[in-house]
């Protein structure tokens, strides 16, 4: 392993406000366990990090000097910046977010340091995009109606987008969104007499899956217009609009009462503002006795109260105004603002990476035609980033996803 002093010798190409927050940033990484981390630089050449035997191992290639005093100015946010601008690169960019991620007390010493002062206007523009209903119209345009075109290239047929559940070895993405989809409705004990209300229509997977496997009525409520005209005309093609009831509703403003509920991996665009005015609403909604479950991406109980104080790159690129609840922290709203009993929690996080593996292989494969579509290469290597962001969370466990099943008393 070298020192940063040896490091710091072999860099006198490097200016000083760069050379300063390079040192900082080595006497950091020179703390680095569970993984080794390989960091090459133009002129310089390699400095290694880490356990160099551990079988988590990572690489970095350094383009642009800048990358250190960003990153110390901007902790993660500017980490993910400085990447979209080219700075620099990884032949395995999940593998060094991984361990990163598996060793957030650095990340946490780094950004105690000097981050204080972008992360006021982070907050800012994060308090900006709360999820009042106004707001929440926007926040989803801003993400989902990137067009559907684009996310035909990279989800399953479909069109789920959210996790899959390998429940078996050797399924392909398209059976294990199938099983997801099924073992959500068994959870509900749905039959051909319920009627069944989805938040969050997505493309209108679930709810045709829903009406045809099971025979129920659906009404299902999005506040993303694309996903709205897509999901009616699919419903059509179905053959399902006796069954299949289509809202463009903030579930705010829902009406009447169900026997089952289901929303999947919707409540993390709530926000932690409004999770029990969501809660409350979800049990308004339900009849005495009726069954809800939830699928749900969560933070890990020990990083709650840290994240809930803070903006990540997930809020402030990808989507705005999102908020990743704890298990605990559901679990507690549940109970206090609501007269609902948790009957199951499952969770799914390991399938959630393997889903966002598939995802990002398919994403590359079919880069050219999402290029000739008119995205650029920032646009890639943001989605790029974004997507191994995410899986490298679920592999080192600091976010999960779980099924929650519950019912109204």
Same mark, same amino acid.
């Given at each position: 392993m070298s020192s940063p002093e040896y490091s710091l010798c072999n860099s006198a190409t490097i200016s000083g406000r760069n050379k300063s927050a390079r040192h900082i940033?080595?006497? &950091?990484?020179?703390q680095l366990q569970g993984g080794g981390l390989i960091l090459r630089e133009p002129g310089i050449g390699e400095t290694r990090f880490g356990d160099a035997e551990a079988p988590l191992?990572?690489? *970095?290639d350094i383009f642009d000097f800048r990358t250190y005093r960003r990153v110390l100015l901007g902790g993660?946010?500017? +980490?993910?910046?400085?990447?979209?601008?080219? /700075?620099?690169? $990884?032949?395995?960019?999940?593998?060094? =977010?991984?361990?990163?991620?598996?060793?957030?007390? &650095? *990340?946490?010493?780094?950004?105690?340091?000097?981050?204080?002062?972008?992360?006021?206007?982070?907050?800012?523009?994060?308090?900006?995009?709360?999820? $009042? #209903?106004?707001?929440?119209?926007?926040?989803?345009?801003a993400h989902y109606d990137l067009g559907n075109g684009f996310y035909q290239q990279f989800l399953d047929r479909d069109m789920l987008y959210s996790s899959a559940l390998f429940?078996?070895?050797? =399924?392909?993405?398209?059976?294990?969104?199938?099983?997801?989809?099924?073992?959500?409705c068994d959870q509900l004990e749905l039959k051909p007499s319920d009627h069944l209300l989805e938040i969050g229509t997505g493309w209108g997977a679930l709810a045709e899956f829903a009406a045809r496997e099971y025979?129920?009525? *659906?009404?299902?409520?999005?506040?993303?217009?694309?996903? %709205? /005209?897509?999901?009616?005309?699919?419903?059509?093609?179905?053959? &399902?609009t006796d069954r299949v009831t289509l809202l463009l509703e903030d579930y705010r403003q829902l009406t009447g009462q169900y026997d089952k509920l289901i929303s999947v991996e919707m409540i993390e665009a709530v926000g932690k503002? %409004?999770?029990?005015? %969501?809660?409350?609403?979800?049990? #308004? =909604?339900?009849?005495?006795?009726?069954?809800?479950? =939830?699928? +749900?991406?969560?933070i890990s109980d020990q990083r709650y109260q840290q994240y809930s104080r803070n903006v990540d790159f997930i809020q402030r690129y990808v989507f705005p105004g999102?908020?990743?609840?704890?298990?605990? +922290?559901?679990?507690?709203?549940?109970?206090?603002?609501?007269?609902?009993?948790?009957? /199951?929690? %499952? /969770?799914?996080?390991?399938?959630?990476a393997r889903t966002l593996q598939e995802w990002r292989q398919r994403f590359e494969h079919h880069w050219p035609t999402l290029h000739s579509q008119g995205f650029d290469e920032r646009f890639q290597r943001l989605w790029r980033f974004y997507l191994c962001y995410c899986e490298a969370g679920f592999l080192a466990r600091?976010?999960?996803? *779980? #099924? &929650? $099943?519950?019912?109204?008393?």
């Open positions: 940033i080595f006497t &950091l990484l020179q191992q990572a690489e *970095v993660s946010i500017a +980490a993910g910046e400085s990447y979209i601008d080219g /700075d620099w690169s $990884s032949p395995d960019l999940t593998g060094v =977010l991984q361990l990163l991620a598996n060793n957030m007390q &650095l *990340v946490d010493k780094l950004e105690a340091r000097l981050s204080w002062i972008t992360a006021p206007w982070h907050g800012l523009v994060h308090l900006w995009r709360s999820n $009042s #209903q106004r707001q929440a119209r926007r926040n989803i345009a429940s078996e070895t050797g =399924l392909t993405l398209e059976q294990a969104q199938q099983a997801k989809m099924r073992r959500l025979g129920c009525r *659906v009404t299902t409520t999005t506040i993303s217009q694309a996903q %709205f /005209d897509y999901a009616n005309q699919r419903i059509k093609q179905a053959g &399902l503002r %409004f999770l029990p005015v %969501f809660i409350k609403r979800c049990e #308004q =909604l339900l009849k005495p006795k009726g069954k809800m479950v =939830l699928q +749900a991406i969560t999102g908020f990743l609840p704890s298990i605990t +922290a559901l679990c507690n709203t549940l109970t206090r603002h609501s007269d609902m009993v948790m009957c /199951d929690l %499952f /969770d799914i996080g390991r399938d959630y600091s976010i999960s996803t *779980v #099924q &929650l $099943s519950a019912e109204r008393r």
